[in-house]
């Protein structure tokens, strides 16, 4: 949903923030240092990937296997992040919440001010929203009658962390 700000999601993929499966806590899913290997190529999107909760110590690592045409691919299909969820482990992403009858959801800090310093930069309160060929945010994003209530949300959603 929050393409083309600041690059694509790929860009702000490295890290998760996720609810831990065991505590509900903020865990963190990222890519581990060569856990596939040294000499194994990296491949953005498919590398193994580490699950980590601080609060109750639960680990949890997945790698990519190699596929019949050479290339470094997980065994399931990557999870869709419109569901709210993370690629590797489909767990629920910590900062989302519900905003102007939408569902708003960020990877990771950096991805939430991202989003914010956009939001703040190029919609104002009196203007009419304005559709951006730069910005793939989704067009509820954009309403300016909408503006006050994304800003309240993300400042409440950095918070939490
Ligand atoms: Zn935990």
């Given at each position: 949903m929050l393409n083309g700000v600041g690059g694509s999601l790929l860009a702000y993929s490295d890290l998760f923030l996720v609810h831990c499966p065991?505590?509900?806590s903020c865990a963190r899913i990222f890519t581990p240092s060569n856990a596939k290997g040294q000499n194994e190529p990296r491949y953005t999107g498919h590398e193994s990937k580490r699950l980590v909760c601080s609060k109750c110590g639960l680990t949890k690592d997945i790698h990519p296997k190699r596929s019949w045409n050479?290339?470094?691919?997980?065994?399931?299909?990557?999870?869709?992040?419109?569901?709210?969820?993370?690629?590797?482990?489909?767990?629920?992403?910590?900062l989302q919440a519900q905003c102007c009858g939408n569902n708003i959801w960020f990877f990771n800090l950096e991805h939430l001010d991202h989003i914010e310093e956009y939001i703040k930069k190029h919609l104002r309160p009196s203007e009419l929203y304005y559709l951006s060929?730069?910005?793939?945010?989704?067009?509820?994003?954009?309403?300016?009658?909408?503006r006050g209530e994304v800003l309240k949300v993300i400042d409440k959603l950095r918070q939490k962390v």
């Open positions: 065991r505590c509900s050479n290339l470094w691919t997980f065994n399931h299909e990557l999870f869709d992040e419109k569901q709210g969820v993370d690629w590797y482990f489909g767990l629920s992403l910590y060929m730069e910005s793939r945010l989704p067009a509820w994003m954009k309403r300016s009658k909408n």
